[in-house]
């Protein structure tokens, strides 16, 4: 072999073929990194920012109210499972044919109240993220996860008598089930997130004329009368004055 006579390029080609190999492996893993429920990500084509490069979270003291579902899993859903674990070379746990009588099920947590998210998002705690949210509309707000759990977890998710979104001073972010005065933290090791959606920013002005968000709205919706998907659109006005 020619790498033979040149020990030194032998080695520095074996040096890149692993390299490579544990890049494509980062890309891989990178590929299954879901966003957190109430973070921002940015849309980029058909591409996602991995959840470790998130833009941001929302900040809030008060826990934020989530709903459950449990959902049998189809064609589609089981695909996009499927397609996630593949991407992340790990053996599927879940077993799913069409003619199963009894088929598997995934969880969908979900954030419902748009009104107290744009209401948040408009107060002086996320002025910062508001102001960074203001320069590309492809920045998004994550309202639902989907994830698979173990049985026993699922009946422990759908027996909760709340579902929060909770925030610890570091800003970061956790999803507990209360039970009266019992709480248990939903850990990410007994989970597999393989789905997410999000909502887009409508932008217009209070009646100081100051930007804001006036609304949330699914990606695949328009944004209400005088509102912008773009902040820039928003027409900036000149505050009146009383003549006296």
């Known amino acids: 072999m020619k790498f033979l006579k040149h020990p030194f390029l032998f080695l520095l080609s074996s040096t890149l073929v692993i390299s490579c190999a544990s890049y494509k492996s980062k890309l891989q893993t990178a590929a299954i990194t879901f966003p957190e429920l109430g973070s921002v ?29 449990v959902v049998p899993f189809d064609k589609s859903t089981f695909k996009k499972y499927a397609h996630a674990i593949e991407s992340a070379n790990r053996t599927t746990s879940i077993v799913y044919t069409d003619s199963m009588p009894n088929k598997p099920k995934y969880v969908r947590l979900q954030l419902l109240d748009k009104i107290g998210l744009t209401t948040l998002l408009n107060s002086a705690d996320n002025t910062a993220l508001r102001s960074y949210l203001e320069n590309d509309p492809d920045y998004k707000l994550v309202t639902a996860i989907t994830l698979t759990v173990a049985d026993e977890l699922q009946k422990r998710i759908l027996e909760a008598e709340h579902i929060l979104v909770q925030q610890d001073g570091a ?28 909502v887009s920013f409508c932008w217009g002005e209070d009646r100081y004329h100051t930007k804001i968000i006036k609304a949330l709205v699914q990606d695949n919706k328009g944004c209400p009368n005088a509102t912008y998907t773009k902040a820039a659109k928003v027409k900036s006005h000149s505050p009146s004055y009383l003549k006296l």
Not at 174 to 197: A, C, R
């Open 41 to 69: 990500v940015k849309k980029k084509g058909k591409l996602w920012y991995a959840s470790s490069e998130q833009v941001g979270v929302l900040n809030f003291e008060n826990p934020l109210l989530a709903t459950a579902q």
């Open 171 to 198: 800003g970061k972010l956790s999803i507990v089930l209360k039970n009266k005065q019992q709480t248990n933290e939903l850990e990410g090791s007994h989970t597999e997130v393989f789905d997410y959606s999000y």
